[in-house]
């Protein structure tokens, strides 16, 4: 069966500053992967998804991510955050691709 | 706003009584998922409908049940309710059914006192 673990709990990171929140999947085949972002009182907005091709992979806000069959990890990065940006992420891997099993959630804290 | 509407926003009901939760989907999107986020279980995927027909389940307990509509929305309803069903219900739909891109409603909060 399929899991994802994101390792860290809670982020907190001053504005201006990068960000990258870790992601580690199990899967036997070749994964579907995904990163959600939830906003307070608001629902999952997608911001990212690799399904093949190039393991680097450009998202929305600014977000990207990277694919790494090797470390099965599917890390989300941002250069420069922004304050805008507080809100839970989630990690997800679609197996198959329409069921996704979502990962725990980090919340990052943005300080000023 | 993601276009998937979810009522109602809240809900607050004692245990052993039946719900209904409603999503309309999208304009245009034939699939509908169905997921549970607790604090215990995290967010966990439930049910797709694709074109009124089910077409995946996951971790759906038997006391709950959903359906889709020939004009596309789709009820979930839960029945026979305890304390640990308290959690955000969402609904998602996509265009077809693969869900390549899943857009999320803004939840039903379930509170079962």
């Known amino acids: 069966a399929q899991s994802v673990t994101q390792p860290d709990i809670h982020i907190t990171v001053s504005e201006g500053a990068s960000l990258e929140l870790r992601c580690n999947y199990s899967?036997?085949?070749?994964?579907?992967l995904f990163w959600y972002v939830q906003s307070p009182g608001q629902g999952l907005q997608l911001l990212l998804k690799?399904?093949?091709?190039?393991?680097l992979v450009q998202g929305i806000k600014g977000f990207e991510a990277e694919f790494k069959r090797s470390q099965s990890s599917f890390n989300l990065r941002k250069p420069s955050v922004h304050w805008s940006d507080a809100a839970e992420y989630f990690c997800?891997?679609?197996?198959?691709?329409?069921?996704?099993?979502f990962g725990a959630g980090t919340t990052v804290t943005v300080r000023a | 706003d993601s276009g998937v509407t979810q009522t109602p926003k809240h809900l607050i009901t004692a245990t052993g009584q039946r719900v209904t939760l409603r999503c309309s989907p999208r304009?245009?999107?034939?699939?509908v998922y169905w997921y549970q986020q607790s604090l215990d279980q995290g967010l966990q995927f439930l049910i797709q409908?694709?074109?009124?027909?089910?077409?995946a389940k996951g971790n759906i307990l038997e006391r709950f049940s959903a359906q889709q509509f020939p004009d596309l929305h789709s009820e979930l309803n839960l029945s026979s309710l305890e304390l640990g069903d308290s959690a955000l219900y969402f609904c998602?739909?996509?265009?077809?059914?693969?869900?390549?891109?899943?857009?999320f409603g803004p939840g039903t909060r379930l509170t079962v006192l």
């Open positions: 690799y399904f093949s091709g190039d393991t």
């Open positions: 304009s245009g999107d034939l699939s």
């Open positions: 899967y036997g085949a070749t994964p579907y």
């Open positions: 997800a891997v679609g197996a198959p691709h329409y069921k996704l099993s």
């Open positions: 409908y694709y074109n009124g027909e089910e077409r």
């Open positions: 998602a739909s996509s265009v077809d059914r693969d869900g390549d891109t899943q857009y």
